[in-house]
């Protein structure tokens, strides 16, 4: 062997072994959130900065105004702002539901129910929209804006897409609908409502646009609470944009087993689904296929979950960072501090791109 090549071999020997590449659904813990904590959605921008906000509690209890978190692409805190206008009373919580061109985010808030646009440059805050509590629709559904449920909710905006026209599209998890936020803000009006949304206390959650720009899907953690099935069981569905802007018809890609309660979700590039699943006892992300197939799950076991560094405690939503997946973990029910986390969990494929539109 010449001089050379033992030089080489023995300069490759020096060098720091390669990081070894990571399995799918490998779970790692990012950061931690502060008090007023319950972080329960987030929001990768275009430059990879994580937005989160604190949202409500268990107890109902007063909680003082929301926080807006920004987070580095490795878990580093950048910035933290005060929500203000809320209720000094309330339960107050934010979710970082959307972002445009420009940068601003749009902040779904709870006490009052409204949409805030945030300049995270200027850290300036305007109200863009705004939610009224709808009565349940009357036996002949003759009325523009209510709720087809059994129970009369307050309203609750949940998570938001925006459509192809510019509106934005809100599900509201207690009044049983989803929202349409006119192109520039303004008053919301019921875009669309029907008994499979209705989980009495539980329903829409999540909702994406999907990548033909003329389909929304949307999850529900229960549901059909006036219909033929197990109505604890959450569902996942599409729902066309019809030309005129109307809904088209609703259609079921996949149903959960019974009190999972799935929340937050993501779409892959390939179409498949990443949701979190935050109902008692289940604690998990569960993947789905384009055609409705459940393809893994994550914890695996119960056992499995307790054996992470910070156990899975409601983990709310999921967003795509490249390869991996950003998950929040919400800790409602338990209120334990040390689990308000990020996660970084490992995708092993792409995000499908977010739309919003250019001006």
């Known amino acids: 062997m010449n001089r050379a ?54 107890s109902g209890s007063a909680n003082g105004p929301s926080h807006l978190y920004a987070y580095s692409p490795g878990g580093l805190m950048l910035r933290d702002w005060t929500i203000t206008g809320q209720s000094a009373s309330g339960d107050n919580g934010i979710q970082v539901a959307a972002q445009d061109a420009g940068g601003n985010l749009y902040l779904l808030d709870q006490q009052p129910p409204r949409v805030i646009k945030f300049d995270p440059h200027t850290g300036t805050q305007s109200d863009y929209a705004t939610f009224g509590d709808v009565p349940s629709c009357p036996p002949t559904g003759a009325a523009s804006d209510c709720s087809d449920t059994v129970m009369d909710n307050p309203p609750e905006p949940d998570y938001a897409a925006w459509g192809p026209d510019g509106s934005l599209y809100v599900t509201d998890y207690e009044q049983g609908l989803v929202w349409r936020v006119p192109p520039g803000g303004g008053k919301a009006k019921v875009w669309f409502t029907d008994p499979q949304l209705d989980g009495t206390l539980f329903g829409p959650a999540g909702i994406v646009l999907m990548p033909d720009h003329k389909t929304l899907m949307l999850d529900t953690s229960a549901g059909g609470a006036t219909s033929v099935g197990d109505p604890t069981s959450g569902k996942l569905y599409k729902l066309p944009i019809d030309p005129d802007g109307s809904p088209g018809k609703l259609q079921k890609i996949w149903e959960s087993k019974p009190t999972e309660a799935p929340d937050g979700f993501a779409l892959a590039q390939s179409g498949n689904v990443y949701m979190a699943l935050v109902g008692p006892g289940t604690n998990q992300l569960v993947e789905i296929s384009p055609d409705g197939k459940e393809l893994g799950r994550a914890p695996a076991t119960p056992l499995d979950n307790q054996a992470l560094a910070v156990p899975f405690d409601e983990p709310s939503s999921v967003q795509f960072d490249g390869d991996r997946m950003i998950v929040t973990n919400d800790a409602y029910f338990s209120g334990d501090e040390t689990h308000w986390v990020i ?15 250019s001006k």
């Not at 720091?16 to 904590?37: E, F, M, N």
Request: charged residues 10%; contains cysteine.
């Open 5 to 58: 090549v033992v030089g080489a071999l023995c300069a490759l020997a020096l060098l720091p072994a390669a990081a070894s590449a990571r399995a799918k659904w490998d779970i790692q813990v990012l950061a931690h959130v502060p008090p007023p904590g319950y972080p329960a959605l987030s929001l990768v921008a275009p430059d990879r900065t994580i937005y989160v906000g604190t949202f409500t509690n268990a």
């Open 343 to 357: 996660y970084d969990v490992y995708a092993g494929e792409p995000g499908a791109p977010v739309y919003f539109p």
